[in-house]
Nanobody
Framework: QVQLVESGGGLVQAGGSLRLSCAVS????????MGWFRQAPGKEREFVAA????????RYADSVKGRFTISRDNAKNTVYLQMNSLKPEDTAVYYC????????????????WGQGTQVTVSS
């Protein structure tokens, strides 16, 4: 079956960095675009970043542009989210997701989701 497993979350001080990973199995990873979303307590899930199947196209939410970088390694079936200059408002559960759409920024366009990893940024 399809599995997306996030890792790398944790507690970090404002201004710090974290690198999230999402290991994917059960599908042809190189055929899927990937995305990262997040959901803070009491808030709706929001788009963070997306990457095309080849890695040649990326999209970012305005709130993370210039601070976060999405990348992928198709040989390792893994997508990454490098998060720098973290702010308390980045605190959320972060989810990775997979879609056959070339690149997507809406959660409704993704077919498969991971369980999430908690990121907490202290001030």
């Amino acid at each position: 079956q399809v599995q997306l497993v996030e890792s790398g979350g944790g507690l970090v001080q404002a201004g710090g960095s974290l690198r999230l990973s999402c290991a994917v199995s059960g599908l042809t990873f190189s055929s899927y675009a990937m995305g990262w979303f997040r959901q803070a307590p009491g808030k709706e899930r929001e788009f963070v970043a997306a990457i095309s199947w080849s890695g040649g196209t990326t999209r970012y939410a305005d709130s993370v542009k210039g601070r976060f970088t999405i990348s992928r390694d198709n040989a390792k079936n893994t997508v990454y989210l490098q998060m720098n200059s973290l702010k308390p408002e980045d605190t959320a559960v972060y989810y990775c997701a997979a879609t056959l759409i070339a690149i997507a920024t809406s959660g409704g366009e993704y077919e498969y989701w991971g369980q999430g990893t908690q990121v907490t940024v202290s001030s």
